[in-house]
């Protein structure tokens, strides 16, 4: 699912409608990417996506793609994702699935990723 405002006309564009036709296709080798950034731009607080979390959507949940809002940068950067809270959550459901970090760096490095983001990221 991508919000509107970053591909406008995208066809996925409501991430309950793309979970419900997974869900509908009912195939094990199909799943859904929870993609947080898109979630979040789309105005769904930290509440709703913990909330999508539950037992009904893990089983399709496949992948989670994370980046912090507005400017898809390190989930531990100033923005309007509490990421600690979510990623607790996550484990406190048993997410077992994969989780990608699809960001551009708020500061240039070297590294692919920051040693804060890593220090970050090492709590959970």
């Known amino acids: 699912t991508i919000s509107p405002g970053a591909i406008p006309g995208y066809f996925l564009n409501n991430p309950r409608e793309t979970l419900n036709l997974v869900a509908d296709i009912a195939c094990d ?5 929870f993609d947080v950034f ?16 539950n037992e009904a959507n893990l089983k399709h949940i496949k992948h989670v793609q ?11 950067a100033e923005g309007g994702v509490d990421y600690r ?6 484990i406190s459901k048993n997410y077992s699935g994969f989780v990608g970090l699809e960001y551009k760096p708020a500061e240039l490095s070297d590294m692919p990723c920051s040693k804060a983001t890593l220090q970050f990221l090492s709590e959970f």
């Open 38 to 53: 898109h979630f979040s731009m789309l105005g769904e607080s930290d509440d709703q996506i913990a909330t999508f979390f």
């Open 85 to 90: 809270r979510i990623f607790k959550h996550m």
């Open 29 to 33: 080798n199909i799943g859904f990417q």
């Open 66 to 76: 994370v980046a912090q809002t507005p400017k898809r940068n390190e989930v531990n």
